[in-house]
Each structure stands twice: as structure tokens, then as C-alpha cells.
């Protein structure tokens, strides 16, 4: 029996891993955006991924859900290997995505956007209509179910703040029974307030036992909400602390390489 | 349970305030013309007349909504009026050869359909700028148009045909019956389908409609493939009101198409769009042509009077931004 050491992580026979990446590769063209990563979600946490701009976080997490392909590395999902070729293969296996550009269409309404990509339909065979009121109905719900406060759910997302916006899309990806849920830099735009009460719904997800992976440039917001983190640097993952037996100096000091792994 | 239904739907304020103002230039302008040309003259607001405006709006109104499709996903379809051409000489050749007006009508609006999928192949899958891919079928349809005709023009002598532009229902003529089905249908897939959702999706914003996990690719093709068979239905609609198939270039029903769209209000960057308004564009442009000729301005006068209210639309809408 292995003692768990200082904030290493503990090893897959100790601990119950959600999603388990390994030796991870994407390049576009020349540019080799992730070199070599290697990262793993214990269930019901909330994991941290930071490293510098460009560094390849969003492109690692754009792999894990559906929107790239990479191009070596293995990804398992409760144990089992998996492969997407579309983000709707991935959604369907619980794997959702608040994308750093949050994904919306600002001309559709709140509830166009909650359900964009898996509208519900009624209907004979091959003529399918939407289910317009069961559609809305159902992203009132979504949207009650996490105290969001957005003016109505029939509204179009271009009246919307940048704080209501990033929980439309938070919605989108909590409201579907999912296993887990991807961040890339929730709050990067937000006020005080608005990150704070995006923050509370981070710890709400994670108190329904979701599994979040949470990208962000904020140690501060780390160290009050994460559980554990991975750092990566340039296209590498490089070490995993527990947030519990780190500081955010050390954390800087494996982004930036002072700190070797 | 019935206060929690009612709760769903918008407030009176909500939907006033979501209303699509620039959409509604189109109906203003409408009215403002039928006022006008009605006052000013007294035949225009006949029932023959009103027939006449109606037929004559018929096949606009079709490639009005061929437009809107492919607009609403922010493209552009420079083909659609040299498409219907082409459908219509396809038309006239199969009929002439003396196969049955049914066969021939098939025909027609099935080399007009695979204009569209060749076009929407082009853009969607080889990525390649809609405004160039469909300068160039513009001019290959209308090319082979020629070709097949051998520049000259083909009657179609059928009964059903005549009957198509002539006959109907009170002063509904069977063609507009066509183009008011079009309508309908196009309204309902825009609005009550997956389909009509994902476009205004792609239109609005390409990169979050892929993450979603909205098939561009299939999307766009649709929209093309859509496009090309209305242009192949306002071809018979054509075919059925000139008694003839005419390799002629029928350039201004393309900029009306267009025209009719921008009036409608719909957004030529996509994302927001609605049938009802280029509907009424077309109408619209209907009347004035009408009432213009009513009042015996020359002809030379009437595509200089579209132009001025196009882009005086343009500025209606963009000043109630
Ligand atoms: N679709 C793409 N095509 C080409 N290069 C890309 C693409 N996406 C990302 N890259 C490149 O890959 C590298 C990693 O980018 P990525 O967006 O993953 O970084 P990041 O860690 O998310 O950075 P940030 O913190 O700024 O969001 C960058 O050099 C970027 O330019
Ligand atoms: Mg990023």
C-alpha cells in the first residue's frame, strides 16, 4: 500500500478517476499545440488546469470534447476508451463544455441556446417539429434550478450582461445530467459580483457530484474553489498539486518552469 | 399548472420590445403604396388589378424565399434567377421532345435542384466564398440555358400550364396558390424545425454552432439544395406565365430577390431572418412596378424607383438600429 506523499496525486488504484488522458498530441500544421499531455479528473472534484497564454489548455479540453481530434494519446471515460468525432458524441457520453467564447448565438432566445444541437421534436416520422413549449418549459427549469438570474428565458442572448450570458451557457452544460463539466476561463470577463456568483454555481455543481475541470488564470479563485490542479507549459502537462498543500507561488513556479514538475 | 403555461409565454412589453422593427418597413411601405397608387389612381385597387399585382408577385415571392434560406445562413445565391432559366429551358426541351407536361416539369425542377446541390457541394464542403462560387453557376446555368436552347425560345403549349397561371380560385390564380404554399412551408421550417434553427444558428455565429454540435457542413449544403429547388419551382411558375421557355437572362429577378430580402428586413450578415418580410418585399416591389405603369411612367423609370426604395429600406432599417 502506497502512503500518499505531499500533494502528489494519488495513484489510479487509490482513487476513483473520472477521465483518465494520457500522452495526449495535437498540432495544427506546424504548431504543436499540445505536445504531450497527461492529465486525470478524480470524480466529483473540482480540477484546475492553468499555464501561461497559449499554452494549450483550450486546445487540450477542445480535444476532450469532440471539436478537435487529436492526434495520438489515449482518453478513458469511467474506464472505458473513447474517441469523439463530433461535440454531440461527446455531450451524449456526459462530457459538457462552457467553451471560452461561451458558445452562444446572440440572435437566438435563452432557451434557443439551452437547447441548441439537441432540440426536442414532436411529430410523424420524417416530419419533426419543435416542441417550442416543452423546450421552454424545460430551460425555465434548467435555468431555476440553478438561481441564474436572466430576465426571461425567451429573451434574445444579445440583451443579456456578460455575467447572465456566462450563466446561459453554465446552464447549457449542467442541465443535461452530465459527468462532467469543462470551464475554459468562466470569470476572464466578469466583475467581483458576477464571478463570485459563478463561483457559487461551480460549488453547486460539484455538490450534485459533477465532475468539473476548470481552466483559469486566477490562483486566488483556484485556491477558493478548486480541489487539486494541473499545470501545463508549452503543450506539456507538467505536475498536479492538491490545492490543500500548494501555494499559489509554487503554482506560478510550474507555469512558468521555475519549478521543474 | 395553467398559470405556469401562461408564464411561459412572452409579456405583451417582452414582445414589443422583441418586435423586429426593420421588419416592419416593409409592411409600412406596403401600405403607404397602396394608399398612394389607390388614391391616385382607381384602377389599382380593382379586383383585376389586385390579380394582376398577385401573379405577377408569384414567382418573386418564390425566389424571395429560395433567397431568404440561404441568406439567413449569412451566404448569398447570385444563381437563383439564371437557375430558374436554366430550369425553365430543361422544362421546354423534355416537353418538346414530346415527353408528358409532367415528366417535363420534373425535369426542369430537377436540373434546377442540382444546380443548388453543385453550388451548396462547392461552398459547403470546399470552403470556398458563396459570393464567388455563385457568380460563377450564375453564369455557367445561364450558359448552358443557351446551349440547350440554342438561344432560342421553346413554347410549352399545355393545358396545364395555361391553366396553372390562369385559372385558380376567385381572383387567387393557381400559381399564387404555389407561391403561398411556398411561403407557408418555408415559414414553418424556418420556425418550427431543427433545421430552420441550426441555419439561424450558422448564420448567427458559425463557430458556436459547431461546438454545439450543429453539422455546418450539412446546413449550408441544405440551404443551397433549398434554394435551387424553388428556383426550379419558379421556373414552371415562369414557363406557365410566359406560355414559353426563354433562355433569356432574367437578371432582375435576382436583384429583386435580393431586394426583396433586404426590404423584409432580414440581415444580410445571417443569423436573423423571417419569411413573412421578404414576402411582403416582394409584394412590395410588385405594386410599385404596377402602380407605376398604371400611371404611365415609362418604363425606363421603374427599375431607377426599385432601386431608390431598396436603398431607402436600407437606411430605414439600419436607422432603427
Ligand atoms: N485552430 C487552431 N489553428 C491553429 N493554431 C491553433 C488553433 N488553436 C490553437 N492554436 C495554437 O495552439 C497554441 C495553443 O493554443 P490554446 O488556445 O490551446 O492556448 P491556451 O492555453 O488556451 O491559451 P489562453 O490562456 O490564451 O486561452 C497557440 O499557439 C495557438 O495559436
Ligand atoms: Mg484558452
Redesign the interface.
Do not use: F, I, M, Y
Given at each position: 500500500m502506497t502512503t500518499i506523499t505531499g500533494s502528489r496525486l494519488p495513484t489510479a488504484k487509490e482513487q476513483d478517476d473520472v477521465l483518465v488522458v494520457d500522452g495526449l498530441r495535437k498540432s495544427f500544421g506546424s504548431v504543436h499545440a499540445v505536445k504531450e499531455a497527461s492529465i486525470r479528473l478524480p470524480r466529483g472534484k473540482v480540477t484546475a488546469l492553468i499555464g501561461d497564454n497559449g499554452a494549450g489548455k483550450s486546445t487540450l479540453i477542445r480535444c476532450l470534447c469532440?471539436?478537435h481530434k487529436p492526434d495520438g494519446g489515449t482518453v478513458e471515460l469511467d474506464g472505458q476508451p473513447v474517441s469523439f468525432h463530433?461535440?454531440?458524441q461527446a455531450?451524449d457520453a456526459g462530457i459538457e463544455?462552457v467553451?471560452q467564447?461561451?458558445?452562444?448565438?446572440?440572435?437566438?432566445t435563452v432557451w434557443?441556446n439551452l437547447f441548441?444541437?439537441?432540440?426536442k421534436?414532436r411529430g410523424f416520422g420524417p416530419v419533426?417539429?419543435?416542441d417550442?413549449?416543452g423546450m421552454?418549459?424545460q430551460a425555465?427549469e434548467m435555468v431555476s434550478a440553478l438561481a441564474i438570474n436572466v430576465p426571461?428565458v425567451?429573451?434574445?442572448v444579445r440583451r443579456l450582461s456578460g455575467g447572465q450570458r456566462q450563466a446561459v451557457s453554465i446552464a447549457r452544460a449542467a442541465g443535461w445530467g452530465s459527468k462532467i463539466v469543462i470551464m475554459d476561463e468562466p470569470t476572464a470577463a466578469l466583475g467581483v459580483q458576477e464571478t463570485a456568483r459563478v463561483e457559487d454555481l461551480i460549488r453547486g455543481l460539484r455538490d450534485s457530484g459533477m465532475t468539473i475541470l476548470l481552466i483559469s488564470h486566477n490562483f486566488d479563485q483556484i485556491m477558493r474553489i478548486a480541489d487539486g490542479v494541473w499545470a501545463m507549459r508549452a503543450g506539456k502537462s507538467v505536475g498536479y498539486r492538491n490545492v490543500a498543500d500548494t501555494t499559489g507561488q509554487e503554482l506560478v513556479g510550474l507555469v512558468t518552469g521555475a519549478i521543474p514538475a | 399548472m395553467t398559470a405556469v403555461a401562461t408564464a411561459d409565454r412572452p409579456r405583451l412589453g417582452e414582445r414589443l420590445a422583441a418586435a423586429p422593427w426593420p421588419e416592419l418597413a416593409a409592411p409600412a411601405a406596403l401600405l403607404l403604396l397602396v394608399v398612394v397608387f389607390g388614391a391616385a389612381d382607381s384602377t389599382f385597387l380593382t379586383t383585376g388589378n389586385i390579380e394582376a399585382i398577385l401573379q405577377a408577385s408569384a414567382i418573386l415571392v418564390v425566389l424571395a424565399v429560395a433567397q431568404t434560406f440561404v441568406v439567413a445562413t449569412a451566404g448569398i445565391d447570385l444563381s437563383v434567377a439564371s437557375t430558374m432559366t436554366l430550369g425553365a429551358v430543361v422544362l421546354g426541351q423534355v416537353y418538346s421532345s414530346g415527353a408528358g407536361i409532367g415528366w417535363a416539369i420534373l425535369a426542369g425542377v430537377a436540373a434546377a435542384t442540382a444546380v443548388g446541390l453543385v453550388n451548396g457541394a462547392i461552398v459547403a464542403k470546399g470552403g470556398i466564398t458563396d459570393f464567388i462560387v455563385t457568380l460563377g453557376t450564375l453564369s455557367a446555368a445561364s450558359g448552358l440555358a443557351l446551349i440547350l436552347a440554342d438561344g432560342k425560345p421553346q413554347p410549352v403549349l399545355s393545358k396545364f400550364m395555361l391553366d396553372l397561371s390562369a385559372s385558380g380560385i376567385g381572383i387567387i390564380s393557381w400559381s399564387v396558390l404555389v407561391a403561398a404554399v411556398v411561403a407557408v412551408t418555408a415559414h414553418v421550417v424556418l420556425f418550427r424545425t431543427r433545421l430552420g434553427v441550426h441555419l439561424l444558428a450558422v448564420g448567427g455565429s458559425t463557430d458556436a454552432a459547431r461546438s454545439t454540435g450543429v453539422r455546418n457542413v450539412r446546413v449550408k449544403m441544405s440551404v443551397y439544395l433549398i434554394s435551387g429547388l424553388l428556383a426550379g419551382l419558379a421556373a414552371v411558375l415562369l414557363v406557365a406565365r410566359v406560355g414559353a421557355a426563354e433562355p433569356a437572362s432574367n437578371t432582375s429577378f435576382l436583384l429583386n430577390s435580393v431586394a426583396a430580402v433586404v426590404l423584409g428586413g432580414v440581415s444580410l450578415f445571417g443569423g436573423r431572418a423571417t419569411i413573412i418580410g421578404p414576402v411582403v418585399g416582394a409584394l412590395l416591389l410588385a405594386s410599385l412596378v404596377n402602380g407605376l405603369t398604371l400611371l404611365g411612367v415609362s418604363q425606363f423609370y421603374q427599375p431607377l424607383a426599385v432601386g431608390i426604395v431598396v436603398v431607402l429600406a436600407a437606411f430605414l432599417t439600419r436607422f432603427q438600429k
Open positions: 469532440g471539436v463530433s461535440p454531440t455531450r463544455t467553451h467564447n461561451l458558445a452562444l448565438v446572440d440572435d437566438l434557443q441548441l444541437g439537441r432540440e421534436t419533426q417539429l419543435l417550442r413549449r421552454r418549459s425555465k426571461s425567451t429573451s434574445r | -
